[in-house]
């Protein structure tokens, strides 16, 4: 079965440093792996997705992640922190399921802080 | 309207009170999913419909009834709920047979059971 860890509830940073959020995943075969960023009171908007194209994939609002099969880790990184990016980041991978749709496997989630 | 809408943002209701949740997606897409997000707890699939059909029932108690009468509407009829179903509801949509079947989500239904 696929899971997904994600190695810090919470991260702290200063404006203007780097940010990572830490994501390990299981599977047994290759993975598709997203991740998604949940601002105060909203719903869930795709930040990158990895389709298996590229190892280092390049999202929205500055955001990449790269995917190291070696080290079964998909690991979120952005080089300079900006305030509007505090919010609760998620971690996924997509399972197949029987009924023939993807499933999805969230990780517990990753609030970020931004201080100026 | 583009993308997932969900209706209303926010509902309070009462035990025995009977309320419906709507979502409806401007995407095209032909598989539509119920989430239940609770405090310090993951993302919880509820729902599933693909070609409005139920493909998946994640043995959720029948005070909830989803119902999805076509591709781009889907509902969460709910009635004698209790307080620890309090929660942010969210929908999605995706695209089935899609190269990477992509979940978009909607901005959530905070319900409050008093």
């Known amino acids: 079965a696929q899971s997904v860890t994600q190695l810090d509830s919470h991260v702290s940073v200063s404006e203007g440093t780097p940010v990572l959020l830490r994501c390990n995943y299981s599977s047994s075969y290759s993975p598709s792996l997203f991740w998604y960023v949940q601002h105060p009171n909203k719903g869930l908007q795709l930040l990158l997705k990895y389709t298996s194209a590229a190892t280092l994939v390049k999202g929205i609002n500055g955001f990449e992640a790269e995917f190291k099969k070696s080290e079964t880790s998909f690991h979120l990184t952005k080089p300079s922190a900006h305030m509007s990016d505090a919010a609760e980041y998620f971690c996924v991978v997509s399972d197949m399921e029987t009924g023939g749709y993807n499933k999805l496997i969230f990780g517990a989630g990753t609030r970020l802080a931004v201080h100026p | 309207e583009t993308g997932v809408t969900q209706t209303p943002r926010h509902l309070v209701m009462g035990m025995t009170n009977k309320k419906s949740l709507k979502c409806e997606q401007h995407?095209?897409?032909?598989?539509m999913y119920w989430y239940k997000q609770s405090a310090k707890k993951p993302l919880e699939l509820m729902f599933v419909y693909s070609l409005e059909e139920r493909v998946e029932n994640n043995s959720v108690p029948s005070r909830f009834s989803p119902e999805c009468p076509n591709s781009s509407h889907l509902f969460l009829h709910l009635h004698t709920l209790q307080p620890e179903d309090s929660a942010l509801y969210l929908c999605?949509?995706?695209?089935?047979?899609?190269?990477?079947?992509?979940?978009?989500f909607g901005p959530g239904t905070r319900l409050t059971v008093l």
């Open positions: 995407l095209g897409h032909n598989a």
């Open positions: 999605a949509s995706s695209q089935r047979g899609a190269e990477l079947d992509t979940q978009y």
